[in-house]
Nanobody
Framework: QVQLVESGGGLVQPGGSLRLSCAASGFRFSAYLIAWYRRVPGKERALVGFHGLGKTRTDYIDGVKDRFTISRDDVKNTVYLQMNNLKSEDTAVYYC?????????WGQGTQVTVSS
């Protein structure tokens, strides 16, 4: 079955960096777009960005374009979210997502807290 497992979250000071990982299994990883979402308490889960097929097919929401980078390793079946110059408003639970056979799959999420 499709499984996504996020890791790498934690507490970081403003201006710091974190790299999140999403390890995937149960589907042909290299053939699917993988997205990162985040949820702030009291709000809906929102798209952060995604990595399509191939090495350069990425896109991001405006608020993170110059600070976040999504990459993927199709050998390790893992997608990464490198987050630099973190701000307090980046505090959220971060999830990876894949749609396989018309069904959305999500990991359990990893908490990122940006605070001094």
């Amino acid at each position: 079955q499709v499984q996504l497992v996020e890791s790498g979250g934690g507490l970081v000071q403003p201006g710091g960096s974190l790299r999140l990982s999403c390890a995937a299994s149960g589907f042909r990883f290299s053939a699917y777009l993988i997205a990162w979402y985040r949820r702030v308490p009291g709000k809906e889960r929102a798209l952060v960005g995604f990595h399509g097929l191939g090495k350069t097919r990425t896109d991001y929401i405006d608020g993170v374009k110059d600070r976040f980078t999504i990459s993927r390793d199709d050998v390790k079946n893992t997608v990464y979210l490198q987050m630099n110059n973190l701000k307090s408003e980046d505090t959220a639970v971060y999830y990876c997502n894949v749609k396989v056979g018309g069904i959305d799959y999500w990991g359990q999420g990893t908490q990122v807290t940006v605070s001094s």
